[in-house]
């Protein structure tokens, strides 16, 4: 009976170890799969971490891009509108410039200034002093100037900068092309101030009269001027 008791306590210590044993094992083996499942949800952790650092430095990196080409755009925009307002002026300026060489045609409001030979020669001998003379258009033709008139012509041809009078008689040649009287000198202008130029006292008009030359002056709304003809001068 004693033997059978101690083949029972040591069967039952046996198990108790066993189970110990199995039961460490199991720890043992759980722990380990933990540490592993730690591990890779770390990886995985850093992987995703990683990925995110890198997306934000690129969306960084096109961020400063995107800036970069957006100045650009705009340095090339105001560049375009800086030429665009450049092109605009060289336009303005050559037209201006077309103008007054007469290579333009022009039309606008003005006056016009008629010279006529006296009606009334009291002395033949003395006819000369009594019809338009060249330096009678050239004083119309400056004060018209003076002024302001931004364009002349005389019997419908273009005066410009290097035009040039010769008198030949009663008749008078403006850039090589012969004009008998009367003389009509259109001027595109502020009627206004070109007509009130012409009424001063002992101004154009007054001297013009003491040189028996007959003068008459017009407003009108709408002058239209030609183009200079390329065999004119």
């Known amino acids: ?100 060489t007469g290579e333009l045609p022009v039309q606008g409001p003005g006056i016009t200034v008629t010279l006529r030979d006296a009606e009334y020669i009291p002395d033949e001998a003395h006819a000369n002093n009594y019809i338009v003379h060249e330096p009678h258009i050239h004083k119309v033709v400056n004060e018209l100037k003076s002024a302001g008139a931004k364009a002349i012509a005389i019997n419908g041809q273009r005066y410009l900068s290097n035009s040039y009078f010769a008198c030949t008689g009663p008749v008078i040649t403006v850039d090589g092309t012969q004009h008998p009287a009367p003389f009509i000198i259109s001027a595109i202008g502020d009627p206004e101030v070109l007509f009130s130029s012409f009424s001063l006292k002992n101004g154009v008009v007054d001297q013009l009269v003491a040189d028996n030359i007959e003068v008459e002056l017009e407003k009108s709304e709408s002058i239209q001027m030609d183009a200079r003809l390329s065999s004119e001068g």
């Open 1 to 100: 009976m004693k033997l059978k008791g101690k083949h029972v306590i040591l069967a039952f210590v046996l198990l108790v170890t066993g189970f110990l044993v199995s039961y460490s094992y199991t720890q043992a083996d759980t722990e380990s799969q933990m540490v592993k499942l730690t591990e890779r949800t770390w990886e995985k952790e850093y992987f995703y971490r990683k990925q995110l650092l890198d997306l934000e430095e690129k969306n960084k990196e096109l961020r400063e891009e995107l800036q970069g080409k957006t100045e650009k755009i705009q340095q090339f925009e105001n560049n375009l509108a800086s030429s665009e307002r450049q092109i605009a002026d060289f336009v303005e300026r050559k037209k201006k410039l077309q103008l007054l």
